[in-house]
Nanobody
């Protein structure tokens, strides 16, 4: 199972980006999704989380601006980021818990990270 992220880049403050996280494996089922970010010299922090069934949570710093979503049919997770601020600059990572077959325990996987840079 591999997670491939895309969608990062350079954007001006106030702009938008949509990050994608594609999960390989035709039999894989996503249980939960998390988007994390890590800025230089800072700890990795959880930005948004989707535990399934429509239950989502967000860091206070991104509430109302970021939206986490998923396409279960295509095993893809998204993070829509609007009204971006310079302090949103970081490497963003997707985190997925899931399994290939129902009888297996869920496992954790990480994407490779994608750089988001917001200029002022």
């Amino acid at each position: 199972v591999q997670l491939v992220e895309s969608g990062g880049g350079l954007v001006q403050a106030g702009g938008s980006l949509r990050l994608s996280c594609g999960v390989s494996g035709s039999t894989f089922t996503i249980n939960t999704i998390g988007w994390y970010r890590q800025a230089p010299a800072k700890q990795r922090e959880l930005v948004a989380h989707d535990k399934g069934g429509g239950s989502t949570t967000y860091a206070d710093s991104v509430k109302g601006r970021f939206t986490i979503s998923r396409d279960n049919a295509n095993n893809t997770a998204y993070l829509q980021m609007n009204s971006l601020k310079p302090e949103d600059t970081a490497v963003y990572y997707c985190n997925v818990w899931g399994r290939d077959y129902y009888y297996e325990p869920a496992k954790e996987y990480w994407g490779q990270g994608t750089q988001v840079t917001v200029s002022s």
